[in-house]
């Protein structure tokens, strides 16, 4: 096929883009060569827009092992062992098919992780959806939730934990992020670094079929009333041959055969040999007739474009090409000598005996387009004016009931029951926590991971939203006893040649970059997802943040349920009254305007570090941050979670009740102690000055506001798990 600009066009590629190519090929490319570069430089695969920002974040802290750059991000957990980890969106494919687009996103996601050598131990996911008003939400969310269990629960990998949000803004593009960690021996971690001259380019995995052709240009692009035709982009997955490809792997990373290993992930074969060659800064040589393919008659083209799942590329040591052969052959998996490691810099491909393509490494990878877009800022809104005399007329458990129904605050078990979250024995905190906590199989060690964002303070102020949501992730480790780490970011954007939407990603990720600085929380991998929109609507700015940490030892773990009538209940942090972005604003007063409230990173560094010096010494029973709905939504989750209730003492302040119990000040904690070790908290919270406010005591099954409030735990339970499960129906 003559190649000229509307194709490139077509491929996604601008008309300068398009120019640029020539420029650097000195010669038109063919259609096969535009199909790889169209690959490499789309948004998904070459950065092009973000890389410039990115560069900005901090992605190095004692225990990083490795940062950015590799299939995922490693850090230091001690004893000789590491903790790989990232989390990857799969937005575009899931809208157009959920199932197979979730299911995918898992495989996938645990694909990067095992090719550096990790057995996966835990699986999460942040999943955001529609308006549940709107009539494709409830499909969607049901084909999701089962493509993300059928794929973990097959390869035997838990759920830990999750995120589900609904807002009208994803009503034309969901999202789907998913997140795997995985455990690995410091010395035996694997990179995708082609090294050495004349080494065995190996195939291994599934055979190559035409699913997926043309998923991550898809994944780079708006949605638009065409949105059917773009099924065939969507990858088809096998988890039981996944299962397969991951012992296989493994046992191969057992010896020393392998040079360099990586994932056939968004544009297939072409980006996992260009970046091989690239990060090797060598050159290599493919005869695609030795593809394993599952469709006859398929061209050049299609082999190096196509996405189809549970496939792997590995560059071996010259010799090894036997022993590897037999262990695939066990497996029962393809395995086939595709290629070889050249001195040329060029990617070189030979089908039927012919030449279709020579490119140099450099042009795709190196050369790629990067682009410094205008942004707009956004200004921090003013703060509104909410009247007592409105607050006064509201009745609290009216309100209390409307924020626990909310669909954002509503207990999300009818999904998590849906995975499984106990498979390989190790899980000691399941989902519905602040964070899964997983033991390290065989010794006293556990991790705990968390998954978080928040669109809606994003969106009001992409600054304060960005440190937000890291604090977030900061205080749900904290809140189980574990010590931060490091994260990863999914970054979900519209479309960044939309000045607005580039600004909330320039600010978003300035805000994220500022809270990892200071909490030494550093960002160890993630993807970038531009263009979730739908014509020219996009979503509202979701940046979410994975945080991964440790606890040296699991009896010290920490739940968020009540333990014991008679014990004290303390608030750690200071309670302000902020009412604007909250929920009780959006949901109870239809208030959508004003800022979100403010971050004081050393509040949250010195709060946190505070409970952990406590949990530590013994004295915390049980412990939950407070977020999204306020002290009383967090506080009642604790009575629901322990069966039992709390009488709350009158807020000291000079606050409303109502502010006071639903306002979403940050840096929060709510403690339950023992009342004779009161003298001793105080004197540590006292020390560190940590603000504190006795909340009230435990007792039996009410929760009773002021003497003259009282709700059954019952009811609350009611309000809290009936919402989904009846919308589910």
Same mark, same amino acid.
């Given at each position: 096929?003559?190649?000229?600009?509307?194709?490139?066009?077509?491929?996604?590629?601008?008309?300068?883009?398009?120019?640029?190519?020539?420029?650097?090929?000195?010669?038109?490319?063919?259609?096969?060569?535009?199909?790889?570069?169209?690959?490499?430089?789309?948004?998904?695969?070459?950065?092009?827009?973000?890389?410039?920002?990115?560069?900005?974040?901090?992605?190095?802290?004692?225990?990083?092992? *490795?940062?950015?750059?590799?299939?995922?991000?490693?850090?230091?957990?001690?004893?000789?062992?590491?903790?790989?980890?990232?989390?990857?969106?799969?937005?575009?494919?899931?809208?157009?098919?959920?199932?197979?687009?979730?299911?995918?996103?898992?495989?996938?996601?645990?694909?990067?992780?095992?090719?550096?050598?990790?057995?996966?131990?835990?699986?999460?996911?942040?999943?955001?959806?529609?308006?549940?008003?709107?009539?494709?939400?409830?499909?969607?969310?049901?084909?999701?939730?089962?493509?993300?269990?059928?794929?973990?629960?097959?390869?035997?990998?838990?759920?830990?934990?999750?995120?589900?949000?609904?807002?009208?803004?994803?009503?034309?593009?969901?999202?789907?992020?998913?997140?795997?960690?995985?455990?690995?021996?410091?010395?035996?971690?694997?990179?995708?670094?082609?090294?050495?001259?004349?080494?065995?380019?190996?195939?291994?995995?599934?055979?190559?079929?035409?699913?997926?052709?043309?998923?991550?240009?898809?994944?780079?692009?708006?949605?638009?009333?065409?949105?059917?035709?773009?099924?065939?982009?969507?990858?088809?997955?096998?988890?039981?041959?996944?299962?397969?490809?991951?012992?296989?792997?493994?046992?191969?990373?057992?010896?020393?055969?392998?040079?360099?290993?990586?994932?056939?992930?968004?544009?297939?074969?072409?980006?996992?040999?260009?970046?091989?060659?690239?990060?090797?800064?060598?050159?290599?040589?493919?005869?695609?007739?030795?593809?394993?393919?599952?469709?006859?008659?398929?061209?050049?083209?299609?082999?190096?474009?196509?996405?189809? *799942?549970?496939?792997?590329?590995?560059?071996?040591?010259?010799?090894?090409?036997?022993?590897?052969?037999?262990?695939?052959?066990?497996?029962?998996?393809?395995?086939?000598?595709?290629?070889?490691?050249?001195?040329?810099?060029?990617?070189?491909?030979?089908?039927?005996?012919?030449?279709?393509?020579?490119?140099?490494?450099?042009?795709?990878?190196?050369?790629?387009?990067?682009?410094?877009?205008?942004?707009?800022?956004?200004?921090?809104?003013?703060?509104?004016?909410?009247?007592?005399?409105?607050?006064?007329?509201?009745?609290?458990?009216?309100?209390?009931?409307?924020?626990?129904?909310?669909?954002?605050?509503?207990?999300?078990?009818?999904?998590?029951?849906?995975?499984?979250?106990?498979?390989?024995?190790?899980?000691?905190?399941?989902?519905?926590?602040?964070?899964?906590?997983?033991?390290?199989?065989?010794?006293?060690?556990?991790?705990?991971?968390?998954?978080?964002?928040?669109?809606?303070?994003?969106?009001?102020?992409?600054?304060?939203?960005?440190?937000?949501?890291?604090?977030?992730?900061?205080?749900?480790?904290?809140?189980?006893?574990?010590?931060?780490?490091?994260?990863?970011?999914?970054?979900?954007?519209?479309?960044?040649?939309?000045?607005?939407?580039?600004?909330?990603?320039?600010?978003?990720?300035?805000?994220?970059?500022?809270?990892?600085?200071?909490?030494?929380?550093?960002?160890?991998?993630?993807?970038?997802?531009?263009?979730? *929109?739908?014509?020219?609507?996009?979503?509202?700015?979701?940046?979410?943040?994975?945080?991964?940490?440790?606890?040296?030892?699991?009896?010290?773990?920490?739940?968020?349920?009540?333990?014991?009538?008679?014990?004290?209940?303390?608030?750690?942090?200071?309670?302000?009254?902020?009412?604007?972005?909250?929920?009780?604003?959006?949901?109870?007063?239809?208030?959508?305007?004003?800022?979100?409230?403010?971050?004081?990173?050393?509040?949250?560094?010195?709060?946190?570090?505070?409970?952990?010096?406590?949990?530590?010494?013994?004295?915390?029973?049980?412990?939950?941050?407070?977020?999204?709905?306020?002290?009383?939504?967090?506080?009642?989750?604790?009575?629901?979670?322990?069966?039992?209730?709390?009488?709350?003492?009158?807020?000291?302040?000079?606050?409303?009740?109502?502010?006071?119990?639903?306002?979403?000040?940050?840096?929060?904690?709510?403690?339950?102690?023992?009342?004779?070790?009161?003298?001793?908290?105080?004197?540590?919270?006292?020390?560190?000055?940590?603000?504190?406010?006795?909340?009230?005591?435990?007792?039996?099954?009410?929760?009773?506001?002021?003497?003259?409030?009282?709700?059954?735990?019952?009811?609350?339970?009611?309000?809290?798990?009936?919402?989904?499960?009846?919308?589910?129906?």
């Amino acid at each position: 096929m003559q190649v000229n600009e509307r194709i490139a066009i077509e491929h996604g590629l601008k008309k300068d883009e398009y120019k640029k190519i020539c420029n650097l090929l000195k010669r038109i490319p063919n259609i096969t060569e535009l199909g790889i570069f169209s690959a490499m430089w789309n948004e998904h695969c070459s950065y092009k827009s973000s890389r410039l920002h990115l560069k900005k974040l901090p992605t190095k802290g004692k225990n990083v092992i *490795q940062g950015p750059g590799e299939n995922a991000g490693v850090i230091d957990i001690d004893d000789g062992d590491a903790i790989v980890f990232k989390i990857e969106s799969h937005n575009h494919p899931s809208f157009i098919e959920p199932y197979q687009g979730a299911a995918t996103g898992v495989g996938g996601i645990m694909r990067d992780v095992f090719t550096m050598g990790a057995r996966p131990i835990a699986n999460l996911n942040s999943i955001h959806f529609g308006s549940p008003q709107n009539k494709k939400t409830k499909n969607l969310l049901r084909g999701v939730v089962h493509g993300i269990g059928g794929y973990g629960n097959c390869m035997g990998v838990p759920t830990i934990a999750g995120q589900t949000s609904f807002d009208s803004s994803y009503n034309g593009n969901i999202l789907v992020n998913a997140m795997t960690l995985g455990l690995v021996k410091k010395n035996k971690i694997f990179y995708s670094r082609a090294a050495g001259l004349n080494k065995p380019v190996i195939y291994v995995g599934s055979k190559t079929g035409r699913d997926g052709i043309h998923g991550a240009s898809m994944a780079s692009a708006s949605f638009d009333e065409k949105i059917e035709e773009k099924k065939p982009t969507v990858q088809v997955g096998d988890p039981f041959t996944e299962k397969l490809l991951l012992e296989a792997c493994l046992e191969l990373m057992a010896g020393d055969s392998i040079i360099a290993i990586q994932d056939m992930g968004a544009a297939g074969l072409t980006s996992s040999s260009i970046e091989m060659a690239s990060k090797g800064n060598l050159g290599i040589e493919l005869n695609l007739d030795k593809v394993p393919c599952r469709e006859s008659k398929m061209t050049p083209y299609e082999i190096m474009l196509s996405e189809s *799942q549970e496939r792997m590329l590995i560059i071996l040591e010259n010799g090894k090409e036997e022993l590897a052969k037999k262990i695939f052959d066990k497996w029962n998996l393809d395995f086939a000598v595709i290629g070889k490691t050249t001195s040329s810099k060029n990617i070189e491909l030979y089908f039927e005996n012919e030449q279709v393509a020579h490119i140099p490494v450099n042009t795709l990878v190196e050369n790629s387009p990067m682009y410094d877009r205008k942004w707009k800022k956004t200004k921090l809104p003013k703060k509104n004016l909410i009247t007592k005399k409105v607050l006064n007329k509201l009745k609290i458990k009216d309100v209390l009931n409307k924020i626990l129904s909310n669909p954002n605050v509503c207990s999300k078990e009818w999904i998590w029951q849906q995975y499984d979250h106990t498979v390989m024995g190790d899980t000691i905190q399941k989902p519905g926590g602040d964070s899964g906590v997983v033991r390290v199989h065989g010794t006293d060690k556990a991790v705990a991971a968390t998954v978080d964002s928040s669109a809606v303070y994003c969106w009001a102020h992409p600054l304060t939203g960005g440190k937000q949501v890291v604090c977030e992730s900061w205080r749900n480790l904290i809140s189980v006893g574990a010590t931060p780490i490091a994260i990863t970011n999914c970054l979900n954007f519209g479309s960044p040649e939309n000045e607005e939407n580039m600004g909330e990603f320039v600010e978003c990720v300035q805000g994220i970059g500022e809270a990892s600085e200071y909490l030494k929380f550093p960002v160890v991998s993630g993807n970038v997802s531009f263009y979730n *929109q739908t014509k020219d609507i996009g979503i509202k700015p979701t940046p979410s943040i994975g945080g991964v940490g440790l606890i040296k030892d699991h009896k010290k773990m920490v739940t968020m349920d009540f333990k014991e009538i008679g014990n004290l209940v303390l608030i750690i942090g200071k309670t302000e009254g902020h009412i604007d972005q909250s929920l009780f604003a959006r949901t109870i007063l239809d208030e959508k305007n004003g800022p979100p409230p403010e971050i004081n990173l050393f509040n949250e560094k010195n709060n946190g570090e505070t409970l952990l010096q406590l949990i530590k010494n013994n004295f915390i029973k049980s412990s939950h941050d407070v977020s999204l709905g306020g002290i009383l939504t967090a506080v009642s989750k604790m009575c629901i979670k322990g069966h039992k209730g709390i009488e709350l003492n009158k807020p000291k302040l000079l606050l409303n009740e109502i502010e006071y119990f639903f306002s979403e000040d940050q840096g929060r904690y709510i403690i339950e102690i023992n009342p004779s070790d009161l003298n001793e908290v105080t004197k540590i919270l006292e020390k560190n000055s940590v603000h504190y406010d006795e909340l009230g005591k435990i007792v039996d099954n009410y929760i009773i506001v002021n003497k003259k409030t009282k709700v059954t735990i019952d009811e609350l339970k009611s309000y809290n798990t009936n919402w989904l499960i009846k919308y589910m129906s």
